[in-house]
């Protein structure tokens, strides 16, 4: 088994910035592919962006591109989602998600899921 924890979700403004952050732990060595996804209420979740360390290559959402970035910190086995430029439009629940396939856009590709956390742009 996965666990996966985020943190970093808070209240910003538009235009500012926020780093999310998903700490892994248990079988890490499993893990191909971590990726972050969205979702508002009443809504299904979305996906923002993933990237594959073993396989293939970094996806974004077409609505953060060139805002966005997926990195990981290998040493500490925690990915990050740096938003910059932040929108109204990108308040959402944040997921962090892992699995040991290549990396996907696909809710049912993923394995593990983080409990969310809470990202908020004010106007």
């Known amino acids: 088994q996965v666990q996966l924890v985020e943190s970093g979700g808070g209240l910003v403004q538009a235009g500012g910035s926020l780093r999310l952050s998903c700490a892994a732990s248990g079988r890490t060595f499993s893990i191909a592919t971590m990726a972050w996804f969205r979702q508002v209420p009443g809504q299904e979740r979305e996906f923002v962006a993933a990237s594959s360390w073993r396989y293939g290559p970094t996806y974004y959402a077409d609505s953060v591109k060139g805002r966005f970035t997926i990195s990981r910190d290998n040493a500490r086995i925690t990915a990050y989602l740096q938003m910059n430029g932040l929108k109204p439009e990108d308040t959402a629940v944040y997921y962090c998600?892992?699995?040991?396939?290549?990396?996907?856009?696909?809710?049912?590709?993923?394995?593990?899921w983080g409990q969310g956390t809470q990202v908020t742009v004010s106007s």
């Open positions: 998600a892992a699995s040991n396939r290549r990396t996907s856009w696909w809710v049912s590709d993923y394995d593990y």
